[in-house]
């Protein structure tokens, strides 16, 4: 859905994880973190370890559907006047956590660029 744009993406991580990932000097960083890790009392740490990585990109969060992850992703992203982009989840998704549409959601992401 993003041709143009460079990727740096791991299936299953935690949040912690994804800090080393984001890429320095990006003019738009796109990320999904909290799903994986919300029950983590580091999670908030995490996101904002995330953030401060990506410096003065423009940020974009795709909202998590996990309460407390939606929540520390909110909380960052204001803090920051980062864009949040939120997504219906699958109904064949056992786990709840996963786009209904990636082509719906990749518009959503799109139109905050």
Avoid: M
Avoid at 51 to 58: N, P, Q
């Amino acid at each position: 859905y993003f041709r143009d744009c460079r990727f740096e993406t791991k299936i299953g991580i935690g949040s912690a994880a994804l800090v080393a990932r984001v890429p320095r000097g990006a003019d738009i960083v796109v990320v999904s973190a909290g799903s994986n890790d919300y029950e983590s009392p580091r999670l908030i740490d995490s996101l904002k370890a995330v953030r401060a990585r990506a410096g003065t990109a423009r940020v974009i969060w795709v909202r998590p559907i996990p309460r407390r992850a939606a929540e520390a992703v909110d909380a960052v992203a204001s803090l920051h006047g980062d864009a949040v982009v939120s997504f219906a989840v699958s109904p064949s998704d056992r786990e709840r956590l996963h786009p209904r549409s990636n082509s719906t959601l990749a518009s959503s992401i799109r139109q905050q660029f």
